[in-house]
């Protein structure tokens, strides 16, 4: 999908359309999260093989009753050729080493200590992240960023000009203390020596 297509599902240019996609994001996450990935999928399998072999089983009946040449309704889609060139499966395969290389290479540098700093930073995000994960678990921050990745652009797009006035007054208030701030501590070390 384009960034166009997204930013049009994201804005509900297309009601209908964005209706589906996020209610059925809601309702898929949702479902993951009182019912196993195993039981969804398997039911999934389920339901789907059910409505094949009722097709396949339908066309066999009409082949026996001589008002159909008996085909397989699925063969257009079992003659399609879905295997990949080997030139699009070194591109691929090329991808996900440059990838995990790269991950691999972060991570060695961040546990290993390479900066101290950026260390230190994933410390305090994995420290962060050990509260936020006893609060809440990883489907359910899923949940919440889908359902604002759906909110929040289209209100700041409604009222764009009260949430910028808002914010205005916020940078400017937080500059203020900033200010203050950076008074009081040079005078607090001329007070030291």
Known sequence: MTSQGVSELIY?????????????????????????????????????????????LYMKI???????????????????????????TQKFVDRIIV???????????LFLVDSFI??????VLMYLLTYIGAVFNGLTLVI????????????YRQHQAQIDQYVGLVTSQIGNIREKFRAKIPSAKAKEQ
């Open 62 to 88: 009409l082949k026996a009753l001589k008002k159909s040449d008996g085909t397989n309704p699925f063969q257009t889609y079992l003659d399609v050729d879905i295997s990949l060139s080997q030139e699009q």
């Open 144 to 155: 919440i960023a889908v359902i604002c990745v759906f909110s929040i652009p289209l209100l």
């Open 12 to 56: 509900w240019k297309d009601a209908k359309w964005t209706g589906f996609i996020f209610t059925g994001l809601v309702v898929a996450l949702i479902t993951l999260s009182q019912i196993s990935i195993i039981s969804i999928a398997s039911n999934l399998s389920l339901t789907i093989l059910c409505m094949t072999i009722s097709a396949r």
């Open 118 to 123: 950026d260390s230190i930073k994933f410390t």
């Open 99 to 109: 990838m995990v290389t790269s991950a691999m290479t972060e991570v060695r540098r």
